[in-house]
């Protein structure tokens, strides 16, 4: 049973920096691709950065530059370092993890089936 659970979502103003952390049980990351994924309220979910089992990384246009997607294997935890935020990137952010491989659609939603319940980030 893979259960995910972020944590490091807060109000911050513009230019600030954020870490998000998805702490992982039942999963380890040489199963699959893990991916951090945003939802703005009313609009779809959208992912912004994944990582594959081999380590290569994928990132969404909207963060390029901005945002790093990690992983700490041993700890079982998944990060997202968010830096130079903008108010357009409020929202609710997911950690979500599948068991294939992503190198085809690695930001697109449906393949993933596991997902943890979300962290706020606000920025303003």
């Known amino acids: 049973h893979v259960q995910l659970v972020e944590s490091g979502g807060e109000s911050v103003q513009a230019g600030g920096s954020l870490r998000l952390s998805c702490d992982t049980s039942g999963y380890t990351f040489s199963r699959g691709c893990a991916a951090w994924f945003r939802q703005a309220p009313g609009k779809e979910r959208e992912g912004d950065a994944a990582i594959e089992m081999d380590g290569t990384l994928h990132y969404g246009y909207r963060i390029e530059g901005r945002f790093a997607i990690s992983r700490d294997s041993a700890a079982n935890t998944l990060y997202l370092q968010m830096n130079n935020l903008e108010p357009g990137d409020t929202a609710m952010y997911y950690c979500?993890?599948?068991?294939?491989?992503?190198?085809?659609?690695?930001?697109?939603?449906?393949?993933?089936?596991?997902w943890g319940q979300g962290t706020q980030v606000t920025v303003s």
């Open positions: 979500a993890a599948r068991v294939s491989r992503c190198s085809v659609d690695p930001l697109r939603r449906a393949p993933y089936g596991n």
